[in-house]
């Protein structure tokens, strides 16, 4: 899609962004504040190294090499992973394992280097500290009694920390504003798409696609609607035949179809007022509706109607394919309450004679018709 295009639907959906934002940032603030557990992290760091009171100078260098393939230290990391590992240190400490369910323990290898971080978690900063030493000299003692040519010992020991690593409200809260406006970028985004398959949904029952007038159940609807609207409204419907194509509409290319009709619609449309209405009657047909004006007013509009619709129309560049439509109309008017139906009948009563006679335009009245 165009910038052009996606900056206009975040112009018409700007509301939904906002608003989205907003509960996002909202929400953030109410669970930091009112909802979060404070997490605390307590960190012990260790540092492996050869056994220089069980090696000689050779296998310290030896020691070194097989230090550099980092499969020593991530052993030693494993063991401070180990379930069984710090179980049995929880046990040592005199406590329940399963009381400590809330609290994490991880080890992690710090890159180029033989260092391995141990993080405890939880929500006493004073116990996550007491995990991580207490867990970490459990795990020094036993790695010791399996490996003496590498010792593993404290770098660094853990100490409480009184700032909590989560929630973290003003970091939190500016990202969950971003993560608001991105869900309101991809709800407006969505609404338009919406919106416009609904709109072209919703044309398929009101536009009719080879005339790009109305369909004739809109039009007949929107007629009825006016009447019940102003029960004693002056309309006059017009009923318009394209006479001249009516032997070869069927042989005749769709593209070619689309554009006589089309102009029909068109040339209607500039001749018509604001408030007055086009529809396709049926195949050959068009339907006029003028909204205030009687019979006698629209004469003169439907003669001239008739007047530029027999214009040849040209369907090729140059002229080349020129198309007569020999345009009939018959109309009437209601100025007496008459129903909808009657109307209807009334303007087909007068298309009759414009197709049997050699006037072309003419209007329903009581004689000769009745």
Do not use: C
């Amino acid at each position: 899609m165009e910038v052009r295009f996606i900056l206009k639907i975040l112009q018409r959906g700007w509301w939904l962004i906002l608003i989205s934002a907003l509960l996002a940032l909202n929400f953030s603030l109410i669970y930091s504040y009112y909802i979060a557990v404070p997490q605390y992290e307590a960190v012990a760091r260790f540092i492996v190294s050869p056994n220089l009171q069980n090696t000689d100078n050779q296998d310290v260098v030896n020691s070194l090499e097989a230090l550099d393939k980092r499969s020593i230290i991530a052993t030693y990391a494993e063991v401070l992973n180990s379930y069984q590992i710090t179980r049995e240190a929880l046990l040592l400490l005199g406590d329940n394992p399963s009381d400590f369910s809330e609290y994490t323990m991880s080890a992690t290898l710090l890159p180029d280097a033989n260092i391995i971080r141990y993080s405890v978690k939880g929500p006493n900063p004073e116990v996550a500290a007491l995990l991580a030493n207490g867990i970490g000299q459990y795990a020094i003692d036993y790695v010791r009694r399996l490996y003496v040519v590498y010792n593993i010992d404290f770098l660094d020991k853990a100490i409480p920390d009184d700032e909590a690593v989560r929630p973290r409200p003003l970091q939190d809260a500016l990202l969950a504003l971003m993560v608001g406006v991105v869900m309101g970028v991809g709800l407006a985004i969505f609404r338009d798409q919406v919106s416009t398959t609904l709109n072209r949904f919703g044309q398929r029952n009101t536009i009719d696609y080879e005339s790009q007038s109305y369909t004739r159940v809109y039009f007949d609807r929107h007629m009825r609607q006016e009447i019940v609207k102003q029960p004693d409204v002056v309309i006059t419907l017009g009923l318009i035949h394209l006479n001249g194509i009516q032997d070869i509409y069927d042989s005749l290319p769709q593209v070619y179809v689309n554009q006589i009709l089309r102009k029909v619609t068109e040339t209607l449309k500039y001749q018509l007022r604001g408030n007055d209405i086009v529809g396709r009657w049926s195949k050959l047909q068009f339907a006029v509706l003028l909204l205030g004006t009687d019979g006698l007013s629209a004469t003169n509009r439907f003669e001239h109607i008739q007047e530029i619709l027999d214009q040849p129309i040209s369907l090729e560049a140059g002229g080349e394919f020129d198309i007569n439509l020999d345009v009939r109309i018959g109309y009437a008017d209601r100025q007496g309450g008459e129903a909808i139906n009657v109307l209807i009948s009334q303007a087909e009563s007068a298309l009759g004679i414009s197709m049997e006679s050699n006037t072309k335009t003419n209007m329903y009245k009581v004689r000769p018709f009745g």
